[in-house]
T-cell receptor, first 113, second 110 residues
């Protein structure tokens, strides 16, 4: 069983609010990822990190930001939420070697009113 | 055209049937992943393979590198197999980053 946790699982919040989605893993993985997934659609990588103080933007442009101050923690922040940010956000982690499986959290379903 | 194409998009089967989901890709890869996503949204990694065939319980995954094609088979399907099955590839040039197919929605009726 993968030890990667996301909170909250569900969030409904008004426009303009600042939101932080939490992601933590206890496996000591250096690599962590954030994906965005709209209903019935494929996952798109929005941010990734290969270690502490390393963050990169992914393939899909996103207004969110991330930080990686500790190995186990990779939070995603939206400074001012908008209805277009409504989606599911999934966090994942993997070991350092290329080609390792990614372990996924249960996701956060975000609805911006 | 997506770099990873899955077929079919939707599949309905009766309990006990043998199921095949296909995945084709157009890039050089370091590995191909099969993932399962349940209605709650959580994703579980089923297989990671770069050649040949892997089996886990009733699930079998195969890959043909020359043809850039992989299949996921489920034998003796069960309603609890109902989920979205996602094919993803780790490209040779992108390190650990994955490119995902759109998924196949499988419904197994009792």
């Amino acid at each position: 069983e993968a030890d990667i946790y996301q909170t909250p699982r569900y969030l409904v919040i008004g426009t303009g609010k600042k939101i932080t989605l939490e992601c933590s893993q206890t496996m000591g993985h250096d690599k962590m990822y954030w994906y965005q997934q709209d209903p019935g659609m494929e996952l798109h990588l929005i941010h990734y990190s290969y270690g502490v103080n390393s963050t990169e933007k992914g393939d899909l442009s996103s207004e969110s930001t991330v930080s990686r101050i500790r190995t186990e923690h990779f939070p995603l922040t939206l400074e001012s939420a908008r209805p277009s940010h409504t989606s599911q956000y999934l966090c994942a982690s993997s070991e350092d070697h290329r080609g390792q499986p990614q372990h996924f959290g249960d996701g956060t379903r975000l609805s911006i009113l | 055209k997506n770099e990873v194409e899955q077929s079919p998009q939707n599949l309905t089967a009766q309990e006990g049937e043998f199921i095949t989901i296909n995945c084709s890709y157009s890039v050089g890869i370091s590995a191909l992943h099969w993932l399962q996503q349940h209605p709650g949204g959580g994703i579980v990694s089923l297989f990671m393979l770069s050649s040949g065939k892997k089996k886990h319980g009733r699930l079998i995954a195969t890959i043909n590198i020359q043809e850039k094609h992989s299949s996921l088979h489920i034998t003796a399907s069960h309603p609890r197999d109902s989920a979205v099955y996602i094919c993803a590839v780790g490209e040779e040039t992108s390190g650990s980053r994955l490119t995902f197919g759109e998924g196949t929605q499988l419904t197994v009726n009792p």
